[in-house]
């Protein structure tokens, strides 16, 4: 089955220090990611969507110079927290669907702590 | 009213009982429900999917759908303590997913 791959899975970097979460699709080609955020007890909330070779959409309230998405392949998507503070301190996870309409896969997310 | 509503729990059951869990959605023009199981602190792993009411099995597990009542359930037969975590609903359609909160379960041995 499709399989995504997040890497790191844990990650804790000082306030105003900037955080690169990888994303990668490993036996399939990945048009479109999607980004979460996930806080305890909580669902996930989608952040945005990385488009390969084009912008990313970001949902409302997330700021994109904040979080930026670079999807530069059609396997790899990135997002880099800049200029972390504690409040950013989260479970980051990242999906893809298999093929167009199938259900999402997901990464096994990234755990951020900004001390 | 939110799109997909899910009663968070958290649901403790013996081993070997049925687990019951339910979402309730509120846009008709969803066409297709999964449910994810999460352990804690790794990403959601999809355990089943169907597009159109009725009941779909895998294994221990049945989804069933009802789109009159908006309605979705997940049922696990004999249950494991392995089953121990936090399943989530979702719903998607339009190029659009709208997840539950999860509802955390825990099987007692």
């Known amino acids: 089955g499709a399989v995504v791959s997040q890497h790191p899975s844990w990650v804790i970097c000082k306030s105003g220090t900037s955080v690169k979460i990888e994303c990668r699709s490993l036996d399939f080609q990945a048009t479109t990611m999607f980004w979460y955020r996930q806080f305890p007890k909580q669902s996930l909330m989608l952040m945005a969507t990385s488009n390969e070779g084009s912008k990313a959409t970001y949902e409302q309230g997330v700021e994109k110079d904040k979080f930026l998405i670079n999807h530069a392949s059609l396997t790899l998507s990135t997002l880099t927290v800049t200029s972390a503070h504690p409040e950013d301190s989260s479970f980051y996870i990242c999906?893809?669907?298999?093929?167009?309409?199938?259900?999402?896969?997901f990464g096994n997310g990234t755990r951020l702590t900004v001390t | 009213q939110k799109e997909v509503e899910q009663d968070p729990g958290p649901l403790s059951v013996p081993e070997g009982a049925i687990v019951s869990l339910n979402c309730t959605y509120s846009?008709?023009?969803?066409?297709?429900f999964m449910w994810y199981r999460q352990y804690s602190r790794k990403g959601p792993e999809l355990l089943m999917y169907t597009y159109s009411s009725g009941n779909k099995e895998d294994g221990r597990f049945t989804a069933q759908v009802d789109k009159s009542s908006k309605y979705i359930s997940l049922f696990i037969r004999d249950s494991q303590p392995s089953d121990s975590a936090t399943y989530l609903c979702?719903?998607?359609?339009?190029?659009?997913?709208?997840f539950g909160k999860g509802n955390q379960v825990v099987v007692i041995p």
């Open positions: 846009n008709s023009a969803f066409q297709y």
């Open positions: 979702a719903v998607g359609g339009n190029n659009r997913l709208a």
């Open positions: 999906s893809a669907p298999g093929t167009v309409n199938s259900p999402l896969h």
